[in-house]
């Protein structure tokens, strides 16, 4: 599951048929448009945008996206209507999932501030359980308030990791979005003083993120706990590779900590992935190998050994595979600690 390059206008479409968003309305997006391992990673799983909104009276949005949204409300009430006319109306706690391709519409009941956070969802492996859903599906969330605080820690970390982003380059479709900065502040986020190049909490936070909503989004669809017991234990495994990547992970020794046999393995993580098991060991290396190049000053050789990798030369030539770019000039253009 390699990293995948973030190219929205060759990845998704939309037709936005109404945008309504009232001056008074506050918005933080996650700034997922940085360069940095952290930002790869959410986008790498399909996540293409995300934010936390507050919006009263005028604000509406009717748009057909082929990528699916995902709104999580707080506080207040909120009317979904998709393009039957059917009308649904949503109160606190409940976490509403519109599939991509369908056209939708949703607004704030009149007379009260609507406080939700969301997410763009590009349709990727890991959200294959989504593609059966054809219509749009509302339910209580059990995690909606722990996947708050992430969000609020990833923001607050990634922004304090690179300080210096220049908001004019952000990409179009972003267009909506305040200035970072000023978004922290409106919703109370602290804004950093100093660069950081320890970018481990943003990456915990990061982590955290996609497997709540992760988990929110399976029950959410019906498809529960993803066989359970054999989810937690491959959830299990995949931290297992992320301590230690540097050791070798071979089909079987993961099979046997699964207690599969290498074909049932090799079922099972097709079934969730559309991946090999190797694909997400060579995932989970990439993401840790950019990590320690831009917060540490360890030659590529060092760092190929620290992720598994006994041949530098093999490790450039994976790496390149993933970010386009060598190990060297991934650290020179995204060392924003510099």
Same mark, same amino acid.
């Given at each position: 599951?390699?990293?995948?390059?973030?190219?929205?206008?060759?990845?998704?479409?939309?037709?936005?048929?109404?945008?309504?968003?009232?001056?008074?309305?506050?918005?933080?997006?996650?700034?997922?448009?940085?360069?940095?391992?952290?930002?790869?990673?959410?986008?790498?799983?399909?996540?293409?945008?995300?934010?936390? #909104? %507050?919006?009263?009276?005028?604000?509406?949005?009717?748009?057909?996206?082929?990528?699916?949204?995902?709104?999580?409300?707080?506080?207040? $009430?909120?009317?979904?209507?998709?393009? *039957?006319?059917?009308?649904?109306?949503?109160?606190?706690?409940?976490?509403?999932?519109?599939?991509?391709?369908?056209?939708?519409?949703?607004?704030?009941?009149?007379?009260?501030?609507?406080?939700?956070?969301?997410?763009?969802?590009?349709?990727?492996?890991?959200? *294959?359980?989504?593609?059966?859903?054809?219509?749009?599906?509302?339910?209580?969330?059990?995690?909606?308030?722990?996947?708050?605080?992430?969000?609020?820690?990833?923001? !607050?970390?990634?922004?304090?990791?690179?300080?210096?982003?220049?908001?004019?380059?952000?990409?179009?479709?972003?267009?909506?979005?305040?200035?970072?900065?000023?978004?922290?502040?409106?919703?109370?986020?602290?804004?950093?003083?100093?660069?950081?190049?320890?970018?481990?909490?943003?990456?915990?936070?990061?982590?955290?993120?996609?497997?709540?909503?992760?988990?929110?989004?399976?029950?959410?669809?019906?498809?529960?706990? #993803?066989?359970?017991?054999?989810?937690?234990?491959?959830?299990?495994?995949?931290?297992?590779? #992320?301590?230690?990547?540097?050791?070798?992970?071979?089909?079987? $020794?993961?099979?046997?900590?699964? *207690?599969?046999?290498?074909?049932?393995?090799?079922?099972?993580?097709?079934?969730?992935?559309?991946?090999?098991?190797?694909?997400?060991?060579?995932?989970?290396?990439?993401?840790? !190998?950019?990590?320690?190049?831009?917060?540490? $000053?360890?030659?590529?050789?060092?760092?190929?050994?620290?992720?598994?990798? %006994?041949?530098?030369?093999?490790?450039?030539?994976?790496?390149?595979?993933?970010? *386009?770019?060598?190990?060297?000039?991934?650290? %020179?253009?995204?060392?924003?600690?510099?």
């Amino acid at each position: 599951m390699q990293d995948q390059q973030f190219e929205p206008e060759r990845q998704i479409h939309w037709r936005m048929i109404r945008k309504e968003i009232p001056q008074n309305c506050r918005q933080l997006f996650l700034p997922l448009y940085l360069d940095h391992p952290t930002t790869i990673k959410l986008r790498s799983y399909g996540i293409f945008m995300g934010g936390i #909104s %507050k919006v009263t009276d005028g604000f509406r949005i009717t748009r057909t996206a082929d990528f699916h949204v995902v709104i999580f409300t707080l506080d207040g $009430e909120a009317v979904f209507q998709t393009g *039957n006319g059917a009308e649904t109306r949503v109160g606190p706690g409940m976490v509403t999932l519109i599939p991509g391709g369908l056209e939708h519409d949703y607004w704030p009941v009149p007379g009260n501030t609507w406080h939700f956070f969301w997410f763009h969802l590009v349709d990727m492996p890991i959200w *294959n359980f989504l593609r059966s859903v054809k219509e749009q599906i509302t339910g209580k969330f059990r995690a909606g308030e722990f996947l708050l605080q992430e969000m609020r820690g990833f923001v !607050a970390e990634i922004s304090a990791f690179c300080p210096d982003q220049n908001d004019r380059e952000i990409p179009y479709f972003y267009v909506d979005s305040p200035l970072l900065h000023k978004s922290m502040t409106e919703f109370q986020l602290p804004t950093p003083h100093i660069v950081r190049k320890d970018s481990g909490i943003a990456e915990l936070h990061a982590e955290l993120i996609w497997r709540y909503l992760l988990r929110e989004l399976r029950e959410l669809a019906g498809v529960g706990e #993803s066989s359970s017991i054999e989810s937690q234990k491959l959830d299990r495994l995949w931290e297992a590779v #992320s301590q230690k990547p540097e050791l070798p992970w071979t089909l079987p $020794e993961m099979a046997a900590k699964m *207690n599969m046999s290498v074909s049932s393995f090799l079922r099972f993580v097709r079934r969730i992935y559309d991946r090999t098991p190797l694909d997400i060991v060579v995932h989970i290396r990439m993401r840790k !190998a950019a990590q320690l190049l831009l917060e540490t $000053e360890l030659p590529v050789m060092t760092v190929a050994a620290q992720v598994g990798y %006994k041949s530098t030369s093999c490790f450039v030539t994976v790496f390149r595979r993933n970010f *386009n770019l060598t190990p060297l000039r991934y650290r %020179k253009r995204n060392n924003c600690g510099s």
